[in-house]
């Protein structure tokens, strides 16, 4: 409970470090409208009980820390003008990113290496930018035991792929497509369905005809939500799989009980995840925030790894300032480097992948690797 008491008096040590200049300020930037918005209130929470607990336990290098949050949006122009407002203007010493990966480029580019840039999402891979690291799973890495198992366990053999139009899905379909060959399945089709899409009933009549096992899914938040409520709608879920990539509580919440019938997801992390450290957080997190508090999902990990990241970082080169934050990662850093620091969270300093089935609006985890 001590905890929960020190979150309650967050945002008044906040305004009085900021007013003293004694902080160490981490920006979040995250997408609270379109497709990703579903995430943001996790993202918020995982965040701000990472911050709570580095300052109950002294801060670093004997400073509090603050967290600044920013909507990154949906567009480009929005996310540069966050990230800008975040470094400009809140002077923060590090960026910790949970947002979709059509704008992390721009956002990359306007923080131009003056602080650190924490990607933290699952996302399409090949991350290798200065001043940039990313700490999240690849689809690779997900699709890679997920189709082996449909294929193994469910007979597989026909795949039908579907994501939204931009790089992480496309990127997503051709490790997709490769994976499936080696494993001696077939694609029978593939679609790229436009964001806000109202009507799915070309794309479900093409997987009708195609007559597929499985269909992959690389949908966004929202986006996979709404296709997920109208295959079910039309029908197929009963006679046909579906396998989701970033498919989490919040989207299985927003997919609906009765529309998640043979749906299967893999993810580093589910809230279900039977250990030590993830029964401790899960206490933790319900003791501050309460009953109702925004669901325990991948999104709010990430954003709790993330913070702890930059703490870890600052701690191990005895610097908090953003220049020297920044020069610490010059040089492309490997995943594996700035995990290893992660001892003691739920997702830990090397990622597992969990495959899933929905239960209602529940996963049941049938299968770790």
Known sequence: MFLACVLKGFWAREVWSQKQGFAMKVGLLISRSGPAGLWGPSCDTGAMLAVAEINAAGGVLGRQVELVIADAGWSETEAIMAAGTLVDIDGVHAVVGMHPSNVRDAIRRRLAGSVPYVYTPQYEGGERN???????GTDDEMLGPGIAWLSEK???????????????PRRAHQCAREIVH??????VGEAFPSFGLGNHREILDQIRKARPDVVVMALLGSEAASFNRAFSKAGLAAGILRFGLAIDESVLYAIGAEHSENLYVALNYFSGVQSA???????TYHDCFGEYAPPVNQACQSCYDGVNVVANLARSIGRWDAASLA???RRPVARSAVRSTLLKTPMGPTLKVHLAAAE???FKIVASH
């Open 360 to 362: 209602g609006i529940e």
């Open 327 to 329: 020069r610490s990662f």
């Open 130 to 136: 200065p001043y940039t690291v990313a700490t999240g």
């Open 277 to 283: 450290a993830n029964d401790r957080f899960l206490e």
């Open 182 to 187: 080696a494993a001696g399945g077939k694609i």
């Open 154 to 168: 469910r007979k597989a053999r026909r795949f039908f792929l579907v994501g939204n139009d931009y790089v992480w």
